[in-house]
């Protein structure tokens, strides 16, 4: 998460792939989109699990 969320990181890395310029964009995006998704997992993880202390405690 580092190559996205800091700026010092960014993308630097993959030049040294050596990539093609659409390949290196199809890179980038899939990598953004697993970030996206995880966090995504993590957020519906984190509210089933408020759901389940809620209904537990009551």
Known sequence: M???LDPSFKFY????LRLSVPM?????QSIIQLIIDEMN???TTTTTELHEI????T
């Open 2 to 4: 580092a190559a996205v």
């Open 13 to 16: 890395w993959i030049r040294d």
């Open 24 to 28: 290196e964009t199809r890179l980038k």
């Open 41 to 43: 997992n993590d957020s």
């Open 54 to 57: 809620n209904f537990s405690s």
